[in-house]
């Protein structure tokens, strides 16, 4: 167990190690001088000796290996950087702690509902495989693959926010913001439309994926015999089935969470949501390019720790992992 | 990162395809057929815009915001556009970046899929964890950033989204190889003395073409969403017409908060909708077809 902890402990490393260096080198492997992104379209006015002064300050002016040793000695101590657009001098980590909550708050939720409906879903198709209330889910799901998720999100504010005026249009709460138990209440409706989208969109991938694994399940011979020995039906489809159903359909399921959690970025572009994909988007607008990669980093980050807290939950759903690797 | 094997050995099934289990021809044939028909439309708009839509989409033709009428089917956009030339003029942009990028991804992803399943040992593992590592990244925000420094374009879109859409392929032809490699037909060709090389363009290639040729296919619609998002997010080419511009230019102008959302968001959405849904199609056809004839 430990070993294999240990192996999956220098994997999670190597690749963090690998987003943090895309991160490093993406401006300065860009044809062009990165001063001229730092200091866009002012950057001629600026004049010689204020460039080389600039140039400095940013550490330019080092060779690229010590600039990549203090760029990691600054990440390490919790240094992204300084925002632009925030003329004020607000820290890129300031920014990104202040929007995370947000897009956390909608991820989280839009995740659950659609693992939750989805899989509830995919077990029952699965169990009256090739029916046509089967075919009727598939085809379902297959049509919702195919909508954009942002142009549902699109077509929703028109409906609900401005001609039903039932839901806020955009934003994240209400200003001034309201107190105490109304607040909750406001952040709640304010959520609402992004995690009905994001759950939309999420959907049809938990279907599949737990239809595909229990359609693999029910073929075993362990659900014959329990069929056999006259287990009833649905007891055979919830505790012999699901339960080894769920480890692939987790593993798979992580497996695509770099897309679908990259995906909460243009919904909260629609909706104008203060999560970290609108903080991206805003910051794209402003050429804010620490801010972009400080985004980057903390998705990435955020993707990692879920497959970390994935990897620990393996031998509580399948004894077998923990028996194999001790 | 993902591991490539489970902790007791196994490999991990991807699980990336619709395991439909539908067996019945007529329903195949049919699906095949309707995305097949859909397509050839969106093909023939793709290719010959200028003679189906009524105006030129790049040329101011009346005032701006006009309702739908007699004289234009969807009405203006804001800066008095007629938007149903728009839409059939955005076809080009959108079905061609999807269908360059997925025969991109597919011709890379075959050719590392092959390669590292056929060598094994350290190459075999140095290039799964690069997919791995693809897989594993977050999709839109490292494709905003990659496009941010390196401008809108259209070319540049097409190139940070087959970096990224390469890996599954990969993934499958190389399971696909696997199972393969251990087929006494392989065995025979090396025993003949037929170098890597051979084995490699010749028997699996031919062992893998099938299904490489549906994940044209499905990449293709998945690259078209894809690129419908970039282009919303205003990554895309400024410019140029796809759909995903003109939902960006509907967002940007606020129209879709007034009632033309109706003739302006709506068939935008439902056109890339279409289109991703006739490939998807195609690809499930195809897919079941060739699992049919397998068995």
Redesign the interface.
Do not use: C
């Given at each position: 167990m430990t070993k294999n902890l240990a192996r999956r402990a220098i994997e999670f490393g190597i690749t963090f190690f690998l987003a943090i260096s895309i991160n490093f080198l993406l401006p300065r492997l860009v044809p062009g001088d990165p001063l001229a992104l730092i200091a866009g379209n002012a950057a001629p006015q600026l004049g010689r000796a204020r460039i080389d002064a600039l140039r400095a300050q940013y550490g330019l002016d080092k060779p690229l290996g010590e600039q990549y040793l203090i760029y990691l000695g600054n990440l390490a101590r919790g240094d992204l950087g300084q925002s632009y657009r925030y003329s004020g001098g607000k820290s890129v980590v300031e920014v990104l702690g202040e929007n995370f909550r947000w897009t956390l708050l909608i991820v989280g939720l839009s995740l659950t509902s659609s693992l939750l409906i989805g899989s509830a879903l995919g077990i029952w198709s699965a169990t009256k495989r090739g029916s046509s209330l089967d075919l009727g889910l598939l085809s379902g799901f297959y049509f919702l693959r195919a909508i954009p998720p942002f142009w549902l999100a699109m077509l929703l504010i028109p409906v609900f926010a401005i001609q039903l005026g039932w839901l806020p249009a955009g934003d994240s709460y209400s200003i001034p913001r309201l107190e105490g138990w109304e607040n909750v209440k406001d952040v709640a409706r304010h959520a609402l439309l992004p995690v009905v989208v994001l759950t939309l969109a999420y959907l049809p991938t938990a279907f599949v994926i737990m239809r595909a694994a229990m359609f693999g399940i029910m073929e075993t011979d362990y659900i014959r015999t329990a069929r056999a020995k006259g287990v009833p039906n649905i007891w055979v489809v919830l505790k012999h089935a699901f339960r080894n159903a769920l480890l692939p359909v987790l593993t798979a399921f992580m497996l695509d969470l770099g897309q679908l959690l990259g995906g909460v970025t243009v919904i909260e572009a629609v909706f104008n949501y203060r999560g970290i994909g609108n903080m991206m988007f805003e910051a794209v607008k402003s050429r804010d390019y620490p801010l972009l990669q400080g985004g980057f980093l903390l998705f990435t980050i955020t993707i990692l720790i879920l497959n970390i807290i994935t990897e620990l939950l393996y031998p509580l759903l399948d004894p077998r992992v923990q028996r194999a690797t001790i | 990162?993902?591991?490539l094997t489970?902790?007791?050995?196994t490999p991990?099934?991807?699980?990336t395809t619709?395991?439909?289990?539908?067996s019945s021809r007529r329903l195949i044939r049919i699906t095949g057929w309707v995305g097949g028909c859909v397509l050839t439309m969106l093909l023939a708009l793709a290719f010959f815009p200028n003679l189906i839509a009524p105006y030129d989409s790049t040329k101011r033709v009346a005032l701006p915001l006009q309702k739908p009428g007699k004289e234009f089917l969807l009405g203006t956009n804001d800066i008095g556009q007629d938007l149903m030339s728009e839409l059939i003029t955005g076809t080009r942009a959108s079905l061609f970046t999807g269908l360059i990028v997925s025969f991109i991804s597919v011709v890379i992803g075959t050719v590392v899929g092959i390669v590292s399943g056929y060598a094994g040992g350290w190459v075999d593992s140095l290039l799964m964890?690069l997919t791995?590592?693809i897989?594993?990244?977050?999709?839109?925000?490292?494709?905003?950033?990659?496009s941010?420094?390196?401008g809108p374009s259209q070319r540049n879109v097409i190139l940070v989204l087959a970096i990224f859409f390469w890996a599954a392929p990969a993934r499958l032809v190389r399971s696909r190889v696997l199972s393969l490699r251990t087929e006494t037909y392989i065995e025979a060709a090396r025993a003949l003395g037929a170098n890597s090389f051979h084995i490699m363009t010749n028997h699996l290639w031919s062992g893998v073409k099938s299904l490489a040729l549906v994940q044209i296919v499905l990449i293709a619609?998945a690259s078209i969403?894809a690129e419908?998002?970039l282009s919303?997010?205003?990554?895309g080419d400024p410019s140029g017409k796809s759909w995903g511009t003109m939902?960006y230019f509907?967002?940007a102008s606020g129209a879709?908060?007034?009632?033309a959302?109706k003739w302006w968001?709506?068939p935008?959405?439902l056109m890339?909708?279409l289109t991703?849904?006739s490939l998807?199609l195609i690809g499930?056809s195809l897919e079941q077809r060739i699992a049919n004839s397998v068995s």
């Open positions: - | 990162m993902t591991a489970q902790a007791d050995g991990r099934i991807v699980l619709l395991n439909a289990g539908f964890s791995d590592l897989l594993v990244l977050p999709f839109i925000p490292l494709v905003i950033l990659i941010v420094y390196l619609s969403l419908s998002s919303f997010l205003g990554l939902l509907a967002r879709f908060m007034s009632a959302w968001v709506l935008t959405g890339i909708t991703v849904l998807g499930y």
